[in-house]
């Protein structure tokens, strides 16, 4: 074979082009793994600085549980977890369900069905009922030694809040507070005492106990704690007040601790260290009156003064039921037979109460679904109260009925879904 210098020259410029080829692709090579590099690298920083931001943030957290731990011994329970999403209070429209509904599938199954077909939006669940037993199995120390799950209902509660999310059905938890033979019970020292000596009943003869008693706040505090972590969005206390019939308990009992602090006073600081409590874990608090607070000028002996009590708590909801006004109320002879007229005056009396208080809650009533006395109380009855709400900017309320046999062909018929 012949090399020519033509032939030759072109093969210098071929290997020339090869070269500078090869050199220039290292180049790109080099290049983009020093970018990958980089990058890989600017990436395990920003996940380095994360993961020591959760390091600290778990080391906080067992900090400060450590901290409340030796602060509350048997009333401790753990601050969440995970920072708590924020989340919109819908305008309730709620049932009662009882402890044993709320357990029972069939029965609870029902109301989901129900408030699936109406404008109906939430649920008032008993977590600590009128005898003072928790509806589930509980870790906390004193619930536990004051034996209070022993009557467990509902035997999975966080399958069973989920189900309430599934349905777009907002879960409160109803904590009966001073009511509470259970504990009394268990420790008669927490109890409202006799001056006589011993326990102190009321008529039915069911122990209370004692409102001026830290103790008492802490276990229910607890309770509301360990409710908010289960998944519940709002914590109600109801029965918190003093026994009704005032003068004669006085006359009959004593209350260890009191040191000159008046009733209202006790019941409203009550509602305030138990918000304070429950600042960390995301829940709505609100507290169940009786419907008398609206109009009256005092605490009738109870602890339960509207203008005390409102600004405390996020909702108010007095129980203003026709049928437990007293004839003569509102210039009736049977409150009960006027169920607009009752409502009408009950909510404005609140709302002139309201306009004279710079803070305060918003009002969302209990309102009647049971039949106690004349007349019978139907689906009509019950529409013609929430009416009575509307027409005075309420829009918010909740059904009582204590068996949770509700007026379903009320809100069942004609009903928009775009309302829930």
């Not at 199954?109 to 009128?130: P, Q, T, Y």
């Not at 009582?400 to 928009?416: H, K, L, Q, R």
């Amino acid at each position: 074979m012949k090399w020519t210098v033509k032939g030759s020259f072109l093969l210098l410029i071929i290997c020339a082009v090869s070269l500078a080829f090869n050199s220039h692709s290292s180049t790109i090579t080099y290049s983009s793994q020093s970018l990958y590099r980089e990058l890989f690298e600017e990436k395990q920083a920003i996940n380095d600085a994360k993961r020591d931001k959760e390091i600290e943030r778990r080391n906080e957290w067992n900090r400060r549980n450590e901290v409340l731990k030796e602060t509350l011994k048997e009333y401790y329970v753990p601050l969440p977890l995970d920072k708590q999403n924020s989340f919109d209070v819908p305008v309730v429209k709620g049932i009662y369900v009882t402890g044993n509904t709320a357990g029972t599938p069939k029965y609870f199954n029902h109301l989901i069905d129900f408030l699936d077909r109406s404008e109906l939006n939430a649920m008032v669940i008993d977590v600590k009922d009128d005898n003072g037993l928790i509806t589930y199995e509980s870790n906390i120390e004193i619930v536990e030694s004051a034996e209070a799950d022993r009557y467990v209902r509902i035997q999975d509660i966080k399958s069973f809040i989920q189900t309430l999310e599934n349905h777009n059905i907002y879960p409160i938890a109803r904590v009966v507070t001073f009511k509470d033979s259970n504990l009394c019970n268990h420790y008669p020292e927490f109890a409202i005492q006799k001056k006589s000596g011993g326990i102190w009943r009321d008529r039915n003869g069911v122990p209370w106990v004692n409102p001026y008693d830290k103790r008492v706040w802490d276990y229910n505090v607890a309770i509301a704690k360990e409710a908010a972590l289960n998944g519940f969005k709002e914590i109600q206390f109801d029965y918190v007040r003093f026994p009704e019939n005032g003068s004669k308990v006085d006359a009959e009992a004593f209350f260890p601790g009191k040191n000159d602090v008046s009733k209202e006073d006790c019941v409203a600081g009550f509602l305030a260290y138990a918000r304070q409590q429950l600042k960390d874990y995301n829940v709505v608090i609100s507290a169940d009156v009786f419907g008398l607070t609206t109009s009256a000028d005092d605490d009738m002996n109870i602890g339960q003064k509207w203008e005390k009590i409102s600004p405390t708590v996020d909702y108010i909801s007095p129980m203003i039921y026709p049928s437990h006004y007293y004839p003569g109320n509102y210039g009736f002879d049977n409150p009960n037979a006027h169920p607009y007229e009752v409502i009408d005056r009950a909510v404005k009396d609140a709302l002139k109460k309201d306009a004279g208080l710079e803070k305060k809650a918003v009002i969302r009533p209990w309102i009647q679904d049971f039949t106690l006395g004349s007349p019978k109380y139907t689906g009509e009855d019950v529409l013609k109260q929430i009416k009575a709400l509307n027409d005075n900017g309420i829009q918010g309320y909740m059904l009582w009925n204590a068996g949770n046999v509700y007026s379903e062909n009320a809100f069942t018929a004609d009903i928009a879904p775009s309302t829930k």
